[in-house]
Nanobody
Framework: QVHLVESGGGLVQPGGSLSLSCAASGVTFSINTMGWYRQAPGKQRELVAS???????NYADSVKGRFTISRDNAKNTVYVQMNSLKPEDTAVYLCYVRDLVTLSFYWGQGMQVTVSS
């Protein structure tokens, strides 16, 4: 059974930085992507960033140049470094791993990130 454990969320001032991490266990499928979605109150869930095992990355336009995603395949762990944070980055951030054969998503429990002075 796939299980994801996230860490690193919290409160930060505008312009500040946060680093999130997500460790996946029970992953038996080797062709996968990992990444982060976020959901703010009253808004649709949106993809923040994703990364393949080979290191190919994809970012939402709103975070390009500010967020950097990376992963450690040996540890099945994905990271996102978030810099120059803005109040509009406030949301629940959800880590995922996706099996690219079955297209199934597996989700973490979600973490609150709040950007406020």
């Amino acid at each position: 059974q796939v299980h994801l454990v996230e860490s690193g969320g919290g409160l930060v001032q505008p312009g500040g930085s946060l680093s999130l991490s997500c460790a996946a266990s029970g992953v038996t499928f080797s062709i996968n992507t990992m990444g982060w979605y976020r959901q703010a109150p009253g808004k649709q869930r949106e993809l923040v960033a994703s990364i393949t095992r080979g290191g190919a990355t994809n970012y939402a336009d709103s975070v390009k140049g500010r967020f950097t995603i990376s992963r450690d395949n040996a540890k099945n762990t994905v990271y996102v470094q978030m810099n120059s944070l803005k109040p509009e980055d406030t949301a629940v951030y959800l880590c995922y791993v996706r099996d690219l054969v079955t297209l199934s998503f597996y989700w973490g429990q979600g973490m609150q990130v709040t950007v406020s002075s």
